[in-house]
């Protein structure tokens, strides 16, 4: 297989070492070169296409997210990985640099380079998403196909007529710049709740409900323990499930932190079985790009109870995993992309007086 050629960007010569060090030890892999800023980084790149860019945000003279935009007005086309502090301002430039085309993110280890063992660390985190975006995931044996009833899945003619009472989303690798397309025409008030399962940890996931509510003008934030359900956007928060529990009249919130779920923390299956055992037909699961099969037993769980299951296309994805699940599974009605999922949330989810 031809190696995947690197190029780490970061003003911090201790990262860059530990970096470099982390990568240089993995078969696949080979980093081309180092730069301390986007402006060094950006000469680099014009001259020697690379395969990925392990781009750190916070530089002097040229900053990550000024990068990304040059890299974009000078059509260079590479894979970036954002490494991230997980602060406040760390998680929104971050969101910014993922919105601007970056496909994913690490976030630096706690303590710097005082960490033990930090390569390994950096190691860790850095090689499921790599072998993700370059498709080199060995995903695990595939787990029996979950029983799902014989239902009929929706026509076109049906789903004109169809207006939720809940619409649940569930997103990994991907998932921000995906969810921001997908929220792009979606104004207040809402008939219905929206609620989003997203791959992150604490601080980005708040970060993240802040933009949207931003983006679409609706009250949008992390969603609270024993909090009742409104027709607003609300995000699981990192590190814990959230489910729903109540009744339909009444539902509301719930989060935990029991174990992790398709190695996940949030999962998204948590959510979506638990809302479609409440709102039954009423349920409207979306599956956006992102590794792994997380959300397609929860899927099933949707159509099960008469449920609508819309997974994005392939070719919008950064990674196809958590929506191909649900494709070779069977449990979907529809392939959108984000454009026209933007258009159905509009229809479905935006009240009109």
């Keep these: 297989m031809t190696k995947i050629r690197v190029l780490i960007v970061d003003d911090s010569i201790t990262y860059r070492s530990l970096l470099k060090t982390a990568l240089d030890s993995l078969e696949n892999i080979e980093v081309i070169g180092v730069a301390s800023n986007g402006k060094i980084a950006l000469e680099k790149l014009k001259v020697q296409p690379v395969d990925l860019v392990i781009l750190d945000l916070e530089m002097p003279e040229m900053d990550g997210i000024t990068l990304l935009k040059k890299l974009r007005e000078n059509n260079i086309v590479t894979k970036i990985i954002l490494f991230s502090s997980q602060t406040q301002k760390g998680a929104s430039i971050t969101l910014e640099g993922l919105s601007l085309g970056a496909s994913d993110f690490v976030t630096k280890p706690h303590g710097g380079y005082t960490d033990n063992n930090p390569q390994d660390k950096i190691r860790s985190l850095l090689i499921p998403k790599i072998r993700g975006i370059f498709d080199m995931t060995k995903e695990p044996s595939p787990k029996a196909p979950v029983a799902m009833s014989d239902k009929k899945l929706f026509t076109e003619s049906f789903w004109g007529l169809y207006r939720p009472k809940i619409i649940v989303i569930g997103s990994s690798t991907g998932g921000p710049m995906a969810l921001e397309k997908v929220f792009a025409k979606l104004k207040g008030p809402l ?14 996931t708040a970060t993240l409900a802040e933009r949207l509510g931003k983006l679409t003008g609706i009250a949008a934030a992390e969603a609270q323990d024993k909090e009742e359900l409104k027709n607003r956007i609300y995000v699981a928060p990192g590190n814990f499930h959230l489910r729903l529990t109540g009744s339909r009249a009444k539902p509301v919130l719930t989060l935990d932190q029991n174990d992790h779920i398709n190695f996940v923390r949030p999962a998204v299956d948590p959510l979506f079985q638990t809302a479609s055992d409440l709102f039954k037909e009423g ?11 997380d959300g397609k037993d929860g899927t099933v769980q949707i159509k099960n109870n008469d449920g609508v299951v819309i997974i994005q296309n392939p070719e919008s994805c950064v990674v196809f995993g958590m929506p191909g699940a649900v494709k070779t599974q069977g449990s979907f009605d529809f392939i959108k992309t984000p454009e026209e999922l933007s258009d159905i949330l509009v229809d479905k989810a935006q009240a009109n007086f």
Excluded: A, E, S
Excluded at 191 to 204: A, D, G, K
């Design 191 to 204: 008939r219905c709740p929206i609620i989003i399962v997203q791959h992150m940890p604490p601080i980005f």
């Design 283 to 293: 349920c409207l699961g979306i599956v956006l790009t992102g590794m792994g099969q």
